[in-house]
């Protein structure tokens, strides 16, 4: 069997992040020649990537981030099979080094496109997951851009928001933090009234209508009673609409409106992993 130095080990490790046996392996098989070497590698991890093609990568990482000017943000996910994996050090860099890139791209299929290195990102997230030996996949990318973005990510980083505000000359890093904790939090379905899905407030009308029906309610009350349960579901489900989580006394309007009358949350959007 041909010599292979810790020196040359070290080499390949520090170039495609495998575990040092795999990478004294690789140098084995490939005669010492580091390029074979990242070959084999390589083909291991879409092996791997194949056997695991149907695994559930419902773990991982969520990353924010918002340009200087505050116009833009982006938020992904970085998916993987178990909580151990996603609190190593070399998974959360490699989650940064794809946001870095998410920052300049506008679509998903650009992406996976973009280089990291040598290779696509599509066959990096291969290689990955034939070295940490889990399913790991891009699980969510999002953008929002508008005249003052912020963005708020929950402890853990399993939860991310971002908010688009209107210009205002009190508008502050604070301000949108606080609309995006609340989007964290509570997790709205809809900015207002006027964006439900018009399916769901039909779905949300025929549960309500079932409910009154069973209990034997009076037809002539009905409508009014739909009306007044259906406002109850706006407030708990639209984000202007619900009660501030810092003060439950007013909306989240409300709290905007304070700060400035022509203040307005334009629209926002929530990336989970829970």
Known sequence: MMKITATEVNDLRKSTGAGMMDCKKALVEANGDHEKAVEILRK??????????????????????????K??????????ETDFVAKNNDFLNFANEILDI????????????????????????????GIIG????????????????????????????????????????????????QVAAMNPLALNENSVDASIVEKE??????QLIKEGRPENIIDNIIAGKLKRFYKD??????SYIKDSKISVEGYVKSIEKDLSITSFVRVSLV
Do not use: P
């Open 44 to 69: 291991k991890g879409r092996k791997v990537a194949a056997n695991r093609a149907e695994r559930d990568s419902s773990e991982g990482i969520v990353l924010l981030k918002v340009n200087e000017d």
């Open 71 to 80: 116009s833009e943000g982006v938020i992904i996910s970085l998916n993987c």
């Open 102 to 129: 998410a920052e300049n791209v506008n679509t998903i299929e650009d992406l996976l496109n973009s280089k990291v290195g040598d290779l696509s990102l599509s066959d990096k997230l291969i290689e990955q997951t």
């Open 134 to 181: 889990e399913k790991i996949e891009i699980g969510n990318f999002q953008k929002l851009s508008g005249n003052y973005i912020g963005g708020y990510v929950h402890a853990g980083n399993k939860i991310a928001a971002m908010v688009a505000l209107s210009n205002s000359t009190q508008i502050s890093e604070e301000i949108s933090k606080n609309v995006a904790m």
């Open 205 to 210: 009308t025929e549960i309500i209508k079932e």
């Open 237 to 242: 489900n639209t984000l202007v609409n619900q």
